[in-house]
Structure formats: structure tokens, C-alpha cells
């Protein structure tokens, strides 16, 4: 059977149309008054989109680069920082404040798992300059509660900076950025944005552009307050992505076309889609006899246990080699045991449903179990139906 | 939830997406080499696309102005002609016939059926000079049996020829153009080959190119041997759709990948899989208690009775609204009465099995009828089970 290129993957996700036509076509120089006015526009849309009054800074590079620039431009060689760790991603932040020689102190949840309330009171002594979160932990699936824990922060001191990694937690939970206090907030283009990966942008609180002033450790690319003063401008540090920008603009575009003019609206609805596919597909697995990995699976992703005896490898090599649909494995130490299935970005029914009913086929590939077709599928589509039965949302591509 | 525009209907038909590419980045001139060179490989993997040894022509127009050459270039007024009709298609070619004079015989079947091969017998009459007919029906979701017509013919008088309107049959049935004398073989772009509207192609053989030098029907933007004059020399007698032709380029590179390096075996692997997109559809339609509407599906598409008491209108109306997903009415009259989802072309296992949990969903919503859900779903994931275990069939997009 024909088999098209399915990205089941919490990043790269699937892209929007409108911006791959956008980025295939874009060719203006970016020191020119055409590039400027997207620039601008651009940043403050995402403003818009992320839901904050705060200035919005977006550079060239992953995710990745975003997290070492909130390290290198907030904090000093020995400052004691607090990393809130429960997967690979947790695992990153403690690689980058180490890297940068930070003081360390590490809160770790068991993979799957999220934190104590009452752990992060203790930790958090009035000494700690920095506190450093998921939103969502991608390696797990795990959705942490920022509001909470923001409040433990905001509570602590006002000289404590909470840092939140929201890669795959903007556009698939809801973040009251402003309103919690959030002093930074970390996105990528290549997730509920559904363009490609290459952009990294974050939202800085005034309290954070005041610690820069501070801080010692070093930058040159990755330092914000250039970028923030080129901004003012309409530009650009260093040259720019063109052509990722020109799809950014497009998929800002659609999001504000989906919320009916308001792009926090558009936001809103994303965040509704995603939890409906992952509701969709939390029942579907439970159907199927299969057992969650997370404790508190939040939207962007849902990972699921490899069944006994069955290296999730197999499962993975099944998808690809059937259905051409990429779905991710565990990451580090969770790798060969368990799979991960992504609802960030742009999945509509048809792509729930047809992941779904493909993994029943998988399933029946890889283990002995006899399974009952059409099971996983129909949880879905009744869980589709008591939502959709009140409310017909209307996100149009 | 999230809508991705999503086609169902035969022709225009989803779009691939290196056909896109292609055709968003091509600006040559159509009077160079680099157009000429082009040309030249699509007409020629066109021939090897169709299966044939005689001459490809080319035209910008809709398969139903290709449908107009086959007639201009071959009759002249007053010549007897039959027309095979059982639909709407069927229609057309009376309609064409007559308005360029021809002494037009008519055997119909009724909607949803096809002919009798004893009754085309006796309307063969050896003064017949050109017997009409499609391949597939595309009204009614009808093949018909060109084999056996094309033996009939072929027996009646060397003399007649058989002109075939395959613009859904190609690529989604077994078609002998050569083996089985077809003088003419219609196509159109935006089916099976899987790129926008905007040509319609043909091969012609021998005995069509001699008849062509007795005819008088007024032709002049249709003339098939100024055409095949310029082919000759790499070009089209009128300004070619030149981005059309770098889409069909790119198109008919990805069937010859599909079949591994050879481009009847990829046309192949695109009528296996619309056979088990349309069997699969068959199956899940019958589950729901539904009817099909023609007594011998193609492959190329599905018409549904819709349920008793339902405009079928109502039920298109909800597969565009909820779903964005726009499948077709029927025509003429039996607009109201049925609706056809297609198979022909770029869909793969999630396009079908999504589609038809949607339909279960619209039926629930336009219908008194309690639907159990996953069972349409369940039928087909049956079929593919069965249909795929036996081989692993490798169309990557």
C-alpha cells in the first residue's frame, strides 16, 4: 500500500501548508524594510501567541540554544541554581547550568513522575537565584504544574528567577506567562508553530532583563540584550532565518485565523486539539491493554509503555516500515521501553484515527496477543463524539 | 477540533507533494531546451505511464476537452458512431458526438451497471466507424469490462475504432492499450497521477492517426497531428502549462520509484492500491448497513446509496463541516440519492481508515440509526490485515 511520510514525533510535527508555501517562496534580503516589517510584526505576534506583555527574543538555533542562552545571560559562575529534573530534558538543563559552573542543586522526580510540592519548599533556600522547569517533560510525556510551582517561586523571593523550558508545553497547555511570573519562557519553531525546526524564541520578564545586567558568564551569540536592542530597530543580531521567519509569519497567521482574530484564542484551540488527540489516544492504548508511562501525561505527547517482553524498538521499526509513520522511542535509559505518540501541532481526526487503527496492526505484529480490531479505534471515536457533540470547533488549514 | 482540508473526491484528487514542489519552483521558458528537454521525458514516461508503443499527445485542458479532440480530430458529420452510456460521463460523449454532427447510436445501461456484451453485439453494426465509452464511470463508481468491449470491437471491423475515456480508469484498472486495440486512451492530471487540473493527455494509435487524415470535423486548438507535429521537435503547437508539466514530471518520477525503477510497475502498485483502498471501503460500507450503489465497483471511487429518508447532501454537508473532508454528491439525477468517496491516486492506509471513522461519526449525526462505532473501521482493518501480511508493499512518497 502507498505510504506517506507520517511525523508522529513531538517535534519536527507535521507542517502547515500555508507556511511551507510562505518559505518556499520568501526571498527578501534581511537588511531591507520588506524583512524588517516581518521581523516586527513576527515578534509581536508571537507576544500575542505566547501571552505576555514581556519583549520576545527569537534566535537561530534549537530549542537547545534558547535553554544555554537563558543559562548564559542569567546567570555568574557559582550562582546557586535549583534544576527541577524528571527526564532527558531536566537532564539538559543540569548539563548546561554545569556547563556554564553554576552551583547545582538538583530536584529529581522519578521518570514518568512529576514534583513534590513540599520537595521544591524544601529546596528552594532564599539563596537559590535560579530556578530551572519543563513545562513538559518531552522524554516522558509528563506534564509538570508551572502554576504551582511558580507560585512556590514567586513565594520564595522576588531575586529567584523561574526559568521554564516550554518547547513542547506552548501551544498544548495553558501558560498564564504574566500572571505566574514566569521570567522566562523557552519555544521552539518546530512544534505547535508547524513549521520546521531552525528558530528558538523565549519571553523575557523585566526582572530577568535587569539580572543581564549582572550576570558574568559568557555570551556573544546567544547574548539577548543585543538581540533585544536590534529589535527595537526591526532586525536581527546576526543574520536572521529568512525564509523560517516568512513561515512563522504564515503559521501566525493561521493560529490568529483560528481563534477568530485573536491569536491567544488560536493558542487556546490548539491547546484544545491537542488534548483531544491525546485523550483520543490515552483511551485507545488503555483499549488496547497497553499501560501509560506517565503518571500525569500532559498533551503534547503520550508515551506508553512497550509491551512485556517486546523491545520498543519493534514497535518503532513496525510504524516506519508499514505505515512510513515515525513515532519517537524513550530516550536515554528509557529507550527500548516505551513509545511515544505526539498531538502537538497540527493532527486533525482523520490523523488520530489512522495513527490509531495503524498501531493496531502493530501491535498484532509484534506480540502474540490476539488483537480485537477496531477496539482502540472505537475508544477513540467515542470520546471524539462526546466532545465534539457540544461544540464544533472550526480550525480550517 | 483542527481540520486539515482533506480531498476524497475523483479528481482533483490529493496533491504529492514533490509534484508541489516541483511545480512551485519551475519558471522556464517553453521555448528552450531545458522546457524542450523536459517535454520530451514526460511524454515519453508517459507512453511507458499508459503502457503503450503509440504516440502521447498532450493538451492544456480538462479531460473533457481531450474527450472533444478524440471526437473533432476522428469524425466527420454524419459519421455513424455508438456510444456506451451508463452515467453521467456516458452522457457526455452523446453530447460531444452530437454537436459535432456525428449519426450518434446510443446503448445505455442503467445507472450503476454496465453493458451487455450481447447487446453492444448487435448494435455493432459493421457500418459503425467509432464505438465510444469510459473505462470507469466515474458517476456511478462503475468499471466497465474494456477487455471484452475492446474484443467485440476489434471483431466487428478493422475498421472501427475504440475511443476509451480512462481519465479515472488509468491507474486505478488493468488497462492493455495495446494488446487489447484501443485507438484512443484518454487521461487527465489531476487523477491518478496526482497533480492539479489543467491537462489531459492521450496515446493514439496507428489506425486512429490514418483515420485523422480523412476527417472533417472542424478542429484547430485540438488538432492531435499538430501536436504530434511539434512533439516531434519537443514542443507544444500552443503555450504548454509549463508548471503543470514539472508537477507531472515529478509525478511520474515518484510512480517509476514506486515500481522500482519501472514505470508500468509503479502504475501497477498505484491500481493495487487503490484496489484495497476501495476494498476496504467496500467492506466498512456494508458493516454500516449501507449500500453500494453500482452493482460492479472500480476501484477508482465508492458511490453510496445514502440512507433512506437522507439527501445525500447531508451527509456531504457534514463530512465538509465537521471534518473539512470533501467527498462527492452524485450528478445529474442522481444528485441527492448517493455519495462517492474516492480511492484513485495519493492516499494511503490513515486517508482510508481516518475517512471511514468519520463516516461513522456523520452517519451517527445525520441518521436516527444508532451507529456502533469502530465497526466500519474494524471490516476494513480486516481486509488490510489479510491483504498486507502476505507482502509489504514499499510506495514511499
Known amino acids: 500500500m502507498l505510504r506517506k511520510n507520517r511525523l508522529f514525533t513531538p517535534g519536527p510535527t507535521p507542517l502547515l501548508p500555508a507556511a511551507q508555501a510562505a518559505m518556499a517562496s520568501f526571498s527578501a534580503h534581511h537588511r531591507t524594510a520588506d524583512f524588517r516589517a516581518l521581523f516586527t510584526r513576527v515578534l509581536a505576534d508571537l507576544k500575542e501567541f505566547i501571552g505576555t506583555q514581556n519583549d520576545v527574543i ?20 557559582g550562582d546557586k541554581v535549583l534544576v527541577l529534573s524528571a527526564g532527558t530534558f531536566g537532564e539538559r538543563w543540569i548539563g548546561i547550568t554545569k556547563a556554564f559552573k553554576c552551583n547545582v542543586d538538583v530536584l529529581s522526580a522519578p521518570y514518568g513522575r512529576t514534583f513534590s ?25 509528563t506534564r509538570h504544574d508551572i502554576e504551582g510551582i511558580a507560585k512556590i517561586v514567586r513565594g520564595n523571593s522576588d531575586d529567584t528567577l523561574l526559568i521554564v523550558d516550554a518547547i513542547t508545553g506552548l501551544g498544548t497547555t495553558h501558560l498564564d506567562v ?16 508547524m ?3 531552525g528558530l528558538a524564541y523565549c519571553a523575557v520578564s523585566d526582572r530577568a532583563w535587569q539580572r543581564m545586567e549582572t550576570t558574568s558568564s559568557p555570551r556573544f551569540y546567544f547574548d539577548l540584550r543585543k538581540e533585544r536592542k536590534a529589535a527595537a530597530k526591526g532586525e ?12 512563522l509569519g504564515a503559521a501566525l497567521d493561521f493560529i490568529r485565523r483560528a481563534g477568530n482574530g485573536n491569536l491567544s484564542d488560536g493558542r487556546a484551540m490548539l491547546v484544545d486539539n491537542a488534548e483531544l488527540c491525546a485523550e483520543m489516544t490515552r483511551v485507545a492504548v488503555r483499549a488496547l491493554g497497553l499501560k501509560l508511562f506517565s503518571a500525569s501525561s500532559g498533551a503534547a505527547l503520550t508515551a506508553i509503555h512497550s509491551p512485556q517482553g517486546i523491545d520498543s524498538g519493534q514497535i518503532i521499526k513496525e510504524f516506519r516500515e508499514s505505515f512510513d509513520a515515525v513515532i519517537a522511542n524513550g530516550q536515554g535509559e528509557m529507550k527500548g521501553r516505551i513509545f511515544r505518540i505526539a498531538h502537538i501541532g497540527y493532527y486533525d481526526y482523520l490523523d ?15 506480540t502474540a496477543t490476539p488483537v480485537e480490531y477496531g477496539a482502540a479505534v472505537r475508544a477513540a471515536q467515542e470520546v471524539y463524539a462526546r466532545v465534539s457533540s457540544g461544540k464544533r470547533q472550526l480550525i480550517e488549514a
Chains 1, 2 share one sequence.
Open 58 to 77: 527569537v534566535t537561530v538555533s534549537s530549542g537547545t540554544g534558547m535553554m544555554e542562552a537563558s543559562v548564559s545571560n542569567l546567570t555568574s559562575p
Open 178 to 193: 504574566d500572571g505566574w511570573g514566569i521570567d522566562v519562557i523557552i519555544g521552539g519553531s518546530q512544534k505547535a508553530l
Open 117 to 141: 510540592f513540599d520537595e521544591i519548599r524544601a529546596r528552594l533556600t532564599p539563596d537559590v537565584r535560579t530556578v530551572f522547569v519543563q513545562a513538559t517533560e518531552s522524554s516522558t510525556g
Open 236 to 247: 536581527a543580531a546576526y543574520t536572521p532565518a529568512t525564509s523560517l521567519y516568512a513561515a
Open 195 to 197: 513549521i520546521p525546526p
Open 352 to 366: 488520530t484515527i489512522g495513527i490509531l487503527g495503524a498501531l493496531e496492526h502493530v501491535l498484532a505484529r509484534c
